[in-house]
Protein backbone atom coordinates (compact mmCIF):
# COMPACT_ATOMS: atom_id res chain seq x y z
CA UNK A 1 0.00 0.00 0.00
CA UNK A 2 2.97 2.52 0.59
CA UNK A 3 4.19 2.09 -3.26
CA UNK A 4 0.41 2.60 -4.45
CA UNK A 5 0.57 5.93 -2.15
CA UNK A 6 3.65 6.89 -3.43
CA UNK A 7 2.57 6.22 -7.08
CA UNK A 8 -0.52 8.87 -5.99
CA UNK A 9 2.11 11.08 -4.71
CA UNK A 10 4.10 10.82 -7.88
CA UNK A 11 0.73 11.42 -10.27
CA UNK A 12 -0.52 14.12 -8.08
CA UNK A 13 3.22 16.07 -8.78
CA UNK A 14 2.94 15.62 -12.27
CA UNK A 15 -0.55 16.54 -12.56
CA UNK A 16 0.38 19.58 -10.68
CA UNK A 17 3.50 20.74 -12.47
CA UNK A 18 1.63 20.00 -16.26
CA UNK A 19 -1.00 22.38 -14.73
CA UNK A 20 1.27 24.96 -13.41
CA UNK A 21 3.30 24.80 -16.67
CA UNK A 22 -0.02 24.95 -19.06
CA UNK A 23 -1.04 28.07 -17.06
CA UNK A 24 2.21 29.66 -17.01
CA UNK A 25 2.12 29.74 -21.14
CA UNK A 26 -0.99 31.20 -21.16
CA UNK A 27 -0.12 33.51 -18.66
CA UNK A 28 3.42 34.36 -20.98
CA UNK A 29 0.87 34.86 -23.88
CA UNK A 30 -1.87 36.63 -23.02
CA UNK A 31 -1.61 37.02 -19.24
CA UNK A 32 -4.24 36.35 -16.58
CA UNK A 33 -7.10 36.56 -15.92
CA UNK A 34 -7.90 35.04 -19.30
CA UNK A 35 -10.78 36.26 -21.32
CA UNK A 36 -13.38 35.52 -24.57
CA UNK A 37 -11.15 36.54 -27.49
CA UNK A 38 -7.70 34.87 -25.63
CA UNK A 39 -9.59 31.91 -25.37
CA UNK A 40 -10.72 32.04 -29.42
CA UNK A 41 -6.73 32.36 -30.01
CA UNK A 42 -5.92 29.57 -27.92
CA UNK A 43 -8.48 27.25 -29.68
CA UNK A 44 -7.23 27.55 -33.17
CA UNK A 45 -3.52 27.81 -32.19
CA UNK A 46 -2.70 26.22 -28.74
CA UNK A 47 -5.88 23.78 -28.55
CA UNK A 48 -3.59 21.54 -26.34
CA UNK A 49 -2.92 23.54 -23.77
CA UNK A 50 -6.89 23.59 -22.94
CA UNK A 51 -6.88 20.03 -23.69
CA UNK A 52 -3.93 19.36 -21.19
CA UNK A 53 -5.71 21.93 -18.82
CA UNK A 54 -9.14 19.72 -18.68
CA UNK A 55 -7.54 16.50 -18.65
CA UNK A 56 -4.77 16.77 -15.94
CA UNK A 57 -7.47 18.75 -13.27
CA UNK A 58 -10.04 15.95 -13.85
CA UNK A 59 -7.37 13.61 -13.32
CA UNK A 60 -5.88 15.44 -10.50
CA UNK A 61 -9.33 15.47 -9.26
CA UNK A 62 -9.62 11.42 -9.11
CA UNK A 63 -6.42 10.76 -7.85
CA UNK A 64 -7.37 13.05 -4.95
CA UNK A 65 -9.89 11.16 -3.82
CA UNK A 66 -7.90 7.70 -4.17
CA UNK A 67 -5.46 8.88 -2.21
CA UNK A 68 -7.27 10.45 0.63
CA UNK A 69 -9.16 6.87 1.19
CA UNK A 70 -5.32 5.51 1.15
CA UNK A 71 -3.71 7.65 3.57
CA UNK A 72 -6.75 6.67 5.96
CA UNK A 73 -6.50 3.25 5.34
CA UNK A 74 -2.53 3.56 5.68
CA UNK A 75 -3.40 5.02 9.19
CA UNK A 76 -5.52 2.05 10.16
CA UNK A 77 -8.80 3.84 9.46
CA UNK A 78 -11.39 1.32 8.07
CA UNK A 79 -12.35 3.37 5.07
CA UNK A 80 -13.26 0.77 2.70
CA UNK A 81 -17.41 1.06 3.10
CA UNK A 82 -17.29 4.98 3.34
CA UNK A 83 -18.23 7.32 0.72
CA UNK A 84 -15.84 9.92 -0.99
CA UNK A 85 -17.76 12.24 0.94
CA UNK A 86 -17.76 10.89 3.96
CA UNK A 87 -13.56 10.47 3.62
CA UNK A 88 -13.42 14.03 2.56
CA UNK A 89 -15.46 14.87 6.40
CA UNK A 90 -13.00 12.57 8.13
CA UNK A 91 -9.70 14.36 6.31
CA UNK A 92 -11.22 17.69 7.37
CA UNK A 93 -11.55 16.58 10.76
CA UNK A 94 -7.71 15.42 10.62
CA UNK A 95 -6.94 18.92 9.88
CA UNK A 96 -6.47 18.55 5.63
CA UNK A 97 -7.25 22.14 4.21
CA UNK A 98 -10.13 19.80 2.62
CA UNK A 99 -13.95 19.47 2.68
CA UNK A 100 -17.28 18.96 0.99
CA UNK A 101 -17.25 22.14 -0.06
CA UNK A 102 -13.86 22.12 -1.55
CA UNK A 103 -14.54 19.03 -2.90
CA UNK A 104 -18.02 19.87 -4.79
CA UNK A 105 -15.95 23.46 -6.19
CA UNK A 106 -13.24 20.97 -7.36
CA UNK A 107 -16.06 18.52 -8.95
CA UNK A 108 -18.15 21.37 -10.42
CA UNK A 109 -15.29 22.76 -11.81
CA UNK A 110 -13.90 19.52 -13.48
CA UNK A 111 -17.95 18.90 -14.80
CA UNK A 112 -18.24 22.79 -16.46
CA UNK A 113 -14.63 22.63 -17.79
CA UNK A 114 -15.50 18.97 -19.47
CA UNK A 115 -19.15 20.08 -20.73
CA UNK A 116 -18.44 23.58 -22.25
CA UNK A 117 -18.24 23.55 -26.19
CA UNK A 118 -15.47 24.65 -28.13
CA UNK A 119 -17.67 27.68 -29.47
CA UNK A 120 -18.75 28.77 -25.52
CA UNK A 121 -15.38 31.10 -25.17
CA UNK A 122 -16.69 33.47 -23.14
CA UNK A 123 -18.02 30.44 -20.83
CA UNK A 124 -15.04 28.50 -21.22
CA UNK A 125 -12.31 31.47 -20.15
CA UNK A 126 -14.36 31.96 -17.12
CA UNK A 127 -13.91 28.02 -15.99
CA UNK A 128 -10.26 28.84 -16.89
CA UNK A 129 -9.92 31.43 -14.68
CA UNK A 130 -12.06 29.99 -11.95
CA UNK A 131 -9.77 26.72 -11.83
CA UNK A 132 -6.61 29.28 -12.42
CA UNK A 133 -7.86 30.71 -9.09
CA UNK A 134 -9.38 27.65 -6.97
CA UNK A 135 -6.24 25.61 -8.10
CA UNK A 136 -3.96 26.73 -5.21
CA UNK A 137 -6.14 24.99 -2.38
CA UNK A 138 -5.69 21.47 -4.23
CA UNK A 139 -1.70 22.10 -4.38
CA UNK A 140 -2.05 22.69 -0.69
CA UNK A 141 -3.40 19.56 -0.61
CA UNK A 142 -1.00 17.35 -2.07
CA UNK A 143 1.67 19.46 0.38
CA UNK A 144 0.10 18.07 3.26
CA UNK A 145 -0.06 15.02 1.82
CA UNK A 146 3.11 15.07 1.12
CA UNK A 147 4.20 16.24 4.61
CA UNK A 148 1.84 13.74 6.14
CA UNK A 149 2.94 10.68 4.41
CA UNK A 150 4.67 9.03 7.76
CA UNK A 151 3.40 5.63 7.84
Known amino acids: MREKYQMYIEELEKHNKVLKNQFH ?3 MMYGLPINEEMVKDLISENVEILDSIAYRFAKFQDTLGKILKLWFA ?3 ESVDNLTI ?6 AEKTDFSINKE ?5 RNLRNR ?7 EYAK ?5 NDIYEFYPKL ?5 ELKKRSDF
Open 124 to 128: IAIVL
Open 102 to 106: IWWQT
Open 74 to 76: LKG
Open 85 to 90: IDVINL
Open 25 to 27: KID
Open 139 to 143: EKILN
Open 113 to 119: LSHEYEK
